[in-house]
T-cell receptor
Framework: GAVVSQHPSRVICKSGTSVKIECRSL??????MFWYRQFPKQSLMLMAT?????????EQGVEKDKFLINHASLTLSTLTVTSAHPEDSSFYIC???????????FGSGTRLTVV | DAKTTQPPSMDCAEGRAANLPCNHS???????VYWYRQIHSQGPQYIIH???NNETNEMASLIITEDRKSSTLILPHATLRDTAVYYC???????????FGAGTTVTVRA
């Protein structure tokens, strides 16, 4: 089946620095990928839709200048958390779909801790 | 996007069938029903999805009512490894985003 690889699985960074998270579709091309954030004991919250070759679409309340998304190829989307602060510590998850009518495949997630 | 309503939690016995209900009374004609589950600190795992017909795969069965306002996910023989949060999601007909609700925390007991 479809596989989505997310890297790194865990990252600890200092406050004020930037962190990049990669999301790759390994055996299919994905024109659209999605980025989610999940805080402890809460559900997944959709942050943005990543579109290959065009700008990402952000959900209401998500700062586009803080969470930079780049979808430069059909198999790779990246999320960069800029000027990270402790409140950005969370579990970030990406997903992609092979084509309409198929299920969405999720990455294994990235645990970000900002100290 | 159509919203879903699920019970917050349920227990089931190992080896027995687990029936997970979901209400989606505002679903529109071209929206799919998806089921995912999430085990602690992992990404959600796809289980099954359907439009209006019942579906079955190696993991589960999905029963969708004729009016499509509700569905039931059936895990035929629950094991301890099925303990997870189960999410019922209706896909957006406009942009195909998946928006997660609170889900049902399923605990399988020996």
């Amino acid at each position: 089946g479809a596989v989505v690889s997310q890297h790194p699985s865990r990252v600890i960074c200092k406050s004020g620095t930037s962190v990049k998270i990669e999301c790759r579709s390994l055996d299919f091309q994905a024109t659209t990928m999605f980025w989610y954030r999940q805080f402890p004991k809460q559900s997944l919250m959709l942050m943005a839709t990543s579109n290959e070759g065009s700008k990402a679409t952000y959900e209401q309340g998500v700062e586009k200048d803080k969470f930079l998304i780049n979808h430069a190829s059909l198999t790779l989307s990246t999320l960069t958390v800029t000027s990270a602060h402790p409140e950005d510590s969370s579990f970030y998850i990406c997903s992609a779909r092979e084509s309409i009518g198929y299920g969405y495949t999720f990455g294994s997630g990235t645990r970000l801790t900002v100290v | 996007d159509a919203k879903t309503t699920q019970p917050p939690s349920m227990d089931c016995a190992e080896g027995r069938a687990a029936n997970l209900p979901c209400n989606h009374s505002t679903i529109s004609g071209n929206e799919y029903v998806y089921w995912y589950r999430q085990i602690h600190s992992q990404g959600p795992q796809y289980i099954i999805h359907g439009l209006k017909n019942n579906e079955t795969n190696e993991m589960a069965s999905l029963i969708i009512t004729e009016d499509r306002k509700s569905s039931t996910l059936i895990l035929p023989h629950a094991t301890l490894r099925d303990t997870a949060v189960y999410y019922c999601i209706v896909s957006s007909s406009n942009d195909y985003k998946l928006s997660f609700g609170a889900g049902t925390t399923v605990t399988v007991r020996a």
